[in-house]
């Protein structure tokens, strides 16, 4: 209960300490301006003539791969570069409420990003009759993405003390995330190894392949447990990489 | 004990703490994976195939391979095409998911002289013509040698896919013709020896009807003998054209078959416009009507009787149903209230037989009441319209246009839809409940005796398997007159080739089809997809469209009486000298501003088509723009006040 209290104290000031800053409304300016111009401009919105969130969702897994890394990269690189990563384990609270504190910030302020985009819900609602259910889907499947994106970046983060190195590498795990279900990349591993059930562990290890389904309306166990693994494992990597760093 | 959380807290943030996380999530999410527990949180439960289509996959036990052919590349695609092709990708998905690895989707992207192309041809699928490129959109399903072809998917048939793609497989399994028997009155597979009266009349042999030649090409046909006993579970659908006067003994046999869990397709008539054409005319040259074709105590037992008008079956007339034709230039035009041609409005949507036809013709045909409370399931398959009424057979004998409009005048039509196709589905109980019917000691050779003997001993009550019948109070529907045209040949002589007048043999094969499949082919109905087209914008163009014939109308109007003035006033010019031609200033003075009225409408015509989308194009770049900027604009604003707020308070301070 006290972890828990703890966690939550350090959520809010890391929370707070985002909108204190003017990066955090530059970022979700950004990715406002960004979303918003794929959906209308590349995903053909109005040409589609289909009241539904598919050229709007389609495009989070590319934002994010961007924004996320961006937003998370400070995460840890910044206190170790500043010296305050010490200082934060003084405090009373373990690693494990710090990373966890810092993640659920990130996190939310991801969601807080997210939650700005509602306008084009009410777009989607003027103009026919949407599917609410796949469409709260779709953002719950845009909202475990980011999360996915934040843990990793969270691990990346940790790595380096050097903000931009942290933010390559984890967007390069995240392309690798996106593409690891992509056609050319799934037809690349047939032709190097043709075993389908390589391409289908290859596939399954994909966001794209997880994400979709809920962008249809599908909330599958499967899914679900495969966003919580990957930030689990991520974040637990996190503690690791910390954990080696205090002790070196 | 806090050395021991220590020493466990360094093993487990280590790389080997690290290794074991990875391979216990892989674990988990491995023991996962073979489960599916899963929620369809779409409305219309998308990605949930029904029970019919999980119960056939679950019985799969062959590698099924499906081939969706797509040519997605090919950039004249509508948008209509392209989101349908997600849903069709998202639908197999499920399959491949119930499948659970027997069956396996691959996509195909066929463009010219790519290997996908090659295979799209091995597996019979068409090409469309996208602006002379082929477009492939279809699916093929394969298990062994046996490959399915659905061709030209469109989003038109999109709640009909589940079914065909589930009939697919289900076919790739039983490749074996199901066998049709037909019992009828009509020559439908021909007349000679199964038709004496046409012999007599010296009429000789003519070809089985149409409909019957189509379905020789699916099915095992052969015809009953109408005085038959037995009807064996070798037949899988007893179809029943204008059975009239049949004897007991077939009518038990036909009550037996149905309890046995036979599928029963009747084409009644309270009188056959096509057995009234086959007697010899009588007085004046006249045929009369012949009498009704009902079953003798099977439609009571099945819960169904004709409408009657007088004491007979009544023949129904539907007022806005009726088919029409253009009269001659100056006469009305011509009307046949008992020729009934059914659209999509007198069709059940539900069901997978019968809702996609368009057009179906009801020829002097009758409808049917539902009676008493049989436990059956009822289904109404085709309904009439609400402005119909019945008149007696002698009303209708004549199919011609003064009669028709006659019978029109005198009709009394009740506010009432009757039906005209219906569906009995469930446990039956027998018409016999007496056991089988005596025998006509004269009529029966004395060997059979012992036969009949056990056979009424063991005769069923009820059903022992579910039963299904499915009705319609009309038999000319199939008949070539009505449900074919014939095309080229010249006058008098034999048409080159027949093709369908309407959605007649497609009902009938439709429901034959349906009948033959397994019972769970058989529970699955149309897919109620609703489309979530952007209705506002819809309506506006509707609107605008509305606005723009109107608008285009006056000034095309305009500019045609502005035209034929100026072509008037052509007409008054006198020839002058040099063989110019002369106008008096004034006329000249007319013909310039006609001249420059007849520019400005052009001018407005052009101005208006553009002003069709004016409005559409307005909302789309209001909305587009609200949703780029706005919230970012209010984002700024926010983080600026806050800002603002924070300087001050620090100057405060």
Redesign the interface.
Same mark, same amino acid.
């Given at each position: 209960m006290r972890s828990c209290r703890n966690t939550w104290t350090l959520t809010k000031r890391e929370l707070a300490s985002y909108?204190a800053s003017?990066v955090?409304?530059v970022f979700?300016?950004i990715f406002?301006?960004l979303s918003?111009?794929f959906?209308?401009m590349l995903g053909?919105?109005? !040409?589609?003539?289909?009241?539904?969130l598919?050229p709007f969702l389609m495009w989070h897994p590319w934002l994010y791969l961007f924004l996320v890394p961006a937003a998370g990269m400070r995460l840890w690189a910044e206190e170790r570069r500043s010296g305050t990563f010490e200082l934060l384990f003084t405090m009373p609270i373990s690693?494990t409420q710090a990373i966890l504190g810092k993640f659920l910030a990130g996190w939310l302020f991801l969601g807080i990003a997210l939650l700005?985009?509602t !306008?084009?819900v009410g777009?989607v609602e003027?103009?026919?009759?949407? /599917?609410?259910?796949?469409m709260?889907?779709g953002y719950l499947g845009s909202f475990l993405t980011a999360g996915t994106f934040l843990a990793i970046t969270s691990m990346t983060s940790a790595m380096t003390r050097n903000q931009v190195i942290s933010f390559i590498v984890s967007v390069v795990i995240c392309l690798l995330l996106i593409l690891a279900g992509w056609p050319p990349i799934t037809n690349l591993i047939l032709e190097w190894a043709p075993w389908n059930w390589l391409v289908e562990a290859a596939s399954?290890f994909s966001v794209m392949t997880h994400f979709d389904n809920l962008q249809?309306?599908?909330? #599958? =166990? $499967?899914d679900l447990?495969?966003f919580a693994?990957v930030m =689990?494992?991520a974040l637990?990597?996190t503690?690791?990489i910390l %954990?080696s760093r205090r002790s070196a | 004990m806090k050395n021991k959380n220590n020493a466990l807290?360094t093993y487990l943030?280590?790389?080997m703490?690290?290794v074991v996380?990875?391979a216990l999530?892989v674990a988990?999410?491995l023991i996962?994976?073979m489960?599916?527990?899963? =929620? /369809?949180?779409?409305?219309?439960n998308?990605?949930t195939l029904s029970k019919g289509t999980r119960d056939i996959l679950a019985k799969v036990d062959s590698q099924i391979t499906v081939n969706f052919y797509y040519s997605r590349d090919l950039a004249e695609l509508s948008? #209509?095409i %392209?989101?349908y092709a997600?849903r069709v990708e /998202?639908l197999l998905k499920e399959y491949e998911h119930y499948g659970k690895g027997m069956v396996v989707v691959r996509k195909y992207n066929p463009t010219p002289d790519s290997d996908a192309e090659d295979a799209a041809r091995v597996d019979n699928i068409e090409p469309m013509n996208a602006n002379g490129l082929p477009f492939y959109f279809g699916i093929a399903v394969k298990c062994l040698d046996e490959t399915q072809t659905i061709n030209n998917l469109s989003p038109s048939r999109e709640d009909m896919l589940e079914y065909d793609i589930t009939r697919a497989i289900y076919r790739v399994f039983h490749t074996d013709k199901p066998r049709v028997g037909i019992i009828s009155t009509l020559p439908v597979m021909g007349s000679g020896q199964q038709n004496p009266m046409m012999a007599m009349q010296g009429q000789g042999q003519t070809p089985p009807w149409l409909v019957a030649q189509i379905m020789e090409q699916d099915y095992e046909v052969e015809e009953l003998p109408k005085d038959i006993e037995t009807i064996g579970s070798e037949i899988s659908i007893l179809l029943l054209i204008h059975p009239k006067d049949l004897p007991e003994k077939t009518l038990y046999a036909i009550d037996q078959y149905l309890l046995r869990g036979g599928r029963i397709l009747g084409f009644l008539d309270p009188m056959s416009f096509a057995e009234q054409m086959a007697q010899p005319p009588q007085m004046m040259g006249m045929r009369p009507p012949t009498g009704p074709s009902d079953l003798g105590p099977l439609l009571p037992a099945w819960g169904v009787a004709f409408e009657k008008e007088g004491d007979e079956p009544g023949v129904i007339a539907d007022t806005q149903y009726m088919l029409q034709s253009p009269g001659q230039p100056g006469q009305p035009e011509q009307v046949f209230p008992t020729v009934l041609s059914l659209g999509r409005d007198a069709v059940d949507k539900d069901d997978i037989s019968v809702s996609q036809l368009d057009d179906i013709w009801y020829v002097n045909g009758g409808a049917f009441t539902f009676q008493g409370e049989t436990g059956l399931t009822r289904t109404k398959l085709l309904l009439s319209s609400d402005k119909a009424g019945f008149v007696e057979k002698f009303q209708a004998m004549n199919l011609d246009p003064a009669s028709g409009r006659r019978l029109l005048d005198s009709l009394k039509t009740d506010e009432t839809q009757h039906v005209l196709g219906l569906r009995l589905e469930g446990t039956f109980a027998t018409a016999f409940p007496a056991g089988a019917p005596g025998e006509d000691a004269a009529a029966k050779p004395a060997d059979d005796e012992k036969k009949d003997a056990p056979a009424a001993d063991t005769g069923l009550k009820k059903s022992e398997q579910n039963g299904i019948v499915v009705l319609f109070g009309d038999a000319d529907m199939l008949a070539n007159d009505f449900a074919f045209v014939g095309v080229g040949g010249g006058m008098g002589r034999q048409p080159l080739f027949y093709q369908p007048r309407n959605d007649n043999a497609n009902l009938l094969m439709n429901l034959l089809e349906w009948l033959a499949g397994d019972n769970n082919l058989i529970s699955l109905r149309s897919r109620g997809i %609703?489309k $979530? !087209?952007?209705?506002?914008? /819809?309506k506006m163009l509707a609107d605008a469209n509305g606005k723009l014939r109107a608008a285009l109308d006056e000034v095309v109007e305009e500019q045609k009486a502005a035209n034929e003035r100026l072509q008037k006033l052509d007409e008054k010019k006198q020839p002058g000298q040099n063989q110019s031609w002369y106008l008096s200033p004034e006329q000249r003075e007319e013909r310039a501003n006609l001249k420059k009225k007849v520019e400005a409408f052009e001018k407005r015509r052009k101005e208006l088509s553009k002003e069709y989308r004016h409005d559409v194009d307005s909302l789309?770049k209001r909305?587009?723009v609200?949703?780029?900027?706005?919230?970012?604009a209010l984002?700024?604003a926010?983080?600026l006040a806050?800002?603002f707020a924070k300087r001050r308070r620090m100057a405060h301070k």
């Open positions: 909108f003017p955090a409304y979700i300016i406002l301006l918003g111009s959906t209308f053909q919105f109005f !040409p589609r003539g289909e009241s539904s598919a690693p700005l985009t !306008p084009i777009t003027y103009l026919g009759a949407p /599917d609410w259910g796949v709260r889907c399954g249809r309306g599908l909330i #599958d =166990v $499967r447990l495969y693994s =689990v494992f637990f990597g503690g690791v %954990k | 807290s943030f280590s790389t703490g690290l996380m990875a999530l988990l999410n996962v994976g489960t599916s527990l899963r =929620v /369809d949180c779409t409305e219309e998308l990605h948008m #209509d %392209k989101n997600r /998202d %609703k $979530r !087209p952007f209705e506002r914008i /819809d789309e909305l587009m609200l949703n780029i900027w706005a919230m970012p984002v700024a926010a983080g806050l800002a």
